[in-house]
Structures are given as C-alpha cells and as structure tokens.
Nanobody, 123 residues
Framework: QVQLVESGGGLVQAGGSLRLSCAASGRTFRSYAMGWFRQAPGKEREFVAAISWSGGSTYYADSVRGRFTISRDNAKNTVYLQMNSLKPEDKDVYYC????????????????WGQGTQVTVSS
C-alpha cells in the first residue's frame, strides 16, 4: 500500500509555471506507475500525464503535451509535474495516483490517490 501527498499548487498568472510534487510513503514506490489527473467541480477526473515505474516511459493528454512534464525520483519517493505556459483552463484540483503495472490513462485504473492540490490560473 502507498500513501500519496501532493503539494505545490497555488495561484499563478496565465503564462506562468508551477511544479507539483507528490510524495509517496512506503519502500515499494519504485514498483508503481504514477499518474497525474485533474478535476473541476461537477466534472469527471481527467487524465493529465503518467509515467512508468522506471521513468522511461511518459504519456500526456493532448491538452498539456509540450507544456507539462512528468518526472519521478525513486530515491526520494516523489513524482513531479512541471507545468509551464499555464492557461486559465488548466485551473483544477490536481491529483496524483499510483498503480501497479503499466501506466494508465483512466482514473479507474489507479488504486491509490492523494488528496489533491488546487491550481488556479488567472487571466
């Protein structure tokens, strides 16, 4: 089992950058594929990015490809989401998630979730 805690959210102007972090507990972090999702009130949780256990494979939603970068540091049990060129439509609560096996692009594939961190982008 793994517990996840996100941090790094906040308020930023359009065009700015934020880096989200997700710290995981447990010694088996390196065995999990990790994902970032986001969710607006009243909407379904939306895939943002995912990374394999080794960090060798990454996946992105079309809406963020080229602007966001997912990475991980297995020595620190942490996964990151670097968000550049932020747009007002990126405003959401961002969640990290973990699953065993290959990275997934749908929320139901993930077993463990953090509590979320709010990202607000002003125009």
């Amino acid at each position: 089992q793994v517990q996840l805690v996100e941090s790094g959210g906040g308020l930023v102007q359009a065009g700015g950058s934020l880096r989200l972090s997700c710290a995981a507990s447990g010694r088996t972090f390196r065995s999990y594929a990790m994902g970032w999702f986001r969710q607006a009130p009243g909407k379904e949780r939306e895939f943002v990015a995912a990374i394999s256990w080794s960090g060798g494979s990454t996946y992105y939603a079309d809406s963020v490809r080229g602007r966001f970068t997912i990475s991980r540091d297995n020595a620190k049990n942490t996964v990151y989401l670097q968000m550049n060129s932020l747009k007002p439509e990126d405003k959401d609560v961002y969640y990290c998630a973990a699953r065993t096996g290959l990275p997934g692009k749908t929320a139901y594939e993930y077993d463990y979730w953090g509590q979320g961190t709010q990202v607000t982008v002003s125009s």
